[in-house]
């Protein structure tokens, strides 16, 4: 069974940072691409960005040059380093392990970005 749970979100200020983390349950991580995805108030969920098994990284428009994606197999542990928060940054980010059984999510996690 695959579990996915966030830590890290918070309230920030702006073009401040804050760090997640998603720590997997089981010996499936190393296996599969990971992804974070977060849902505002009123929106769609959306992709921030994804991490192969071999590294490679992909990210949404909004967030590249500010945001980090990075995975560590040997602690089955996916980062996200966010820099630079924007106010339109604030929602509920989720961990994302897409298999061949269906997508798994963790819980998520809330981050809110406000002075």
């Known amino acids: 069974q695959v579990q996915l749970v966030e830590s890290g979100g918070g309230l920030v200020q702006p073009g401040g940072s804050l760090r997640l983390s998603c720590a997997a349950a089981?010996?499936?991580?190393?296996?599969?691409?990971m992804g974070w995805y977060r849902q505002a108030p009123g929106k769609q969920r959306e992709l921030v960005a994804t991490?192969?098994?071999?590294?490679?990284?992909n990210y949404a428009d909004s967030v590249k040059g500010r945001f980090t994606i990075s995975r560590d197999n040997a602690k089955n542990t996916l980062y996200l380093q966010m820099n630079s928060l924007k106010p339109d940054d604030t929602a509920v980010y989720y961990c994302n392990c897409p298999t061949a059984l269906g997508d798994y999510w963790g819980q998520g996690t809330q981050v809110t970005v406000s002075s």
């Open positions: 089981g010996s499936f991580f190393r296996f599969y691409t």
């Open positions: 991490v192969t098994t071999g590294g490679s990284t």
